[in-house]
């Protein structure tokens, strides 16, 4: 896609994420990698009115840009993430329900369902608490995410990531229902985690086989 198609995919996306209930009003953020540089949604824009022509375009590694309107806050994770991970081309930061009270109880979730485990990996882990904006944020919620495609980040919300922006909004929803059974499994007694080794096998065969196939 070119860069305006680009743009315009990630307005969509912001009215995408108060459809689905995953932010309220401005928070949250999205971003597409587009050659070196990424496509990232304005600071304080709401995403019903916001236009492609209010989308940043954003260099991964310098931050520059040229655009009137500043980019999110959270930019410099979002240019971190596809620093380190080449295969990973949309970023989506939420702020849902069920997830924002895992993340302020800062507790792991465990391989607790199959497409879980699948899209997002064995858990899902909790970066440590950190300023918004910081680098401790940052350097916290990369670390939290190596070799998953989700992490909830401290009293604050959630990261999903994917190898385009439908995988990674895929996440975030598996995610949302994820840390919503696991609360509820609580009130039962608690979630039983599948096998580490059968959560991780799963995973691998849906990167490398059955989500080529999609």
């Keep these: 896609m ?3 198609e680009t743009k315009q995919m990630v307005a969509d996306a912001g009215r995408r994420l108060i459809r689905e209930g995953l932010v309220a ?10 050659g070196e540089d990424m496509v990232i949604t304005p600071s304080g824009v709401n995403y019903e009115t916001a236009s492609l022509d209010d989308m940043v375009l954003v260099n ?9 309107r500043k980019p ?3 930019m410099k994770l979002h240019a971190q993430i596809y620093k380190e991970r080449k295969d990973i081309n949309a970023v989506v930061h939420t702020h849902s329900m069920n997830v924002s009270t ?22 899902i882990r909790v970066a440590k608490y950190a300023l918004p904006s910081t680098k401790k944020i ?21 990261i999903a990531i994917g190898r385009d922006l439908e995988e990674a909004f895929t996440v975030s929803i598996i995610m949302e229902k994820a840390c919503k059974v696991f609360i509820e499994a609580e009130f039962l007694g608690g979630a039983k985690s599948i096998n580490k080794f059968e959560a991780h096998l799963m995973h691998q065969i849906y990167l490398r086989k059955y989500s080529k196939q999609k």
């Design 25 to 34: 009003g401005t928070w949250g953020n999205i971003s597409v990698r587009i």
């Design 72 to 74: 999110s806050s959270e």
């Design 138 to 158: 940052v350097r916290e919620t990369v670390k939290a995410l190596r070799g998953r495609f989700a992490a909830l980040m401290a009293n604050h919300g959630a």
């Design 102 to 123: 895992v993340a302020a109880a800062r507790r792991e979730v465990p391989a607790i369902l199959d497409d879980m485990v699948q899209i997002i990996g064995p858990s």
């Design 60 to 68: 991964i590694e310098t931050l520059d840009y040229t655009h009137e």
């Design 2 to 4: 070119d860069l305006q």
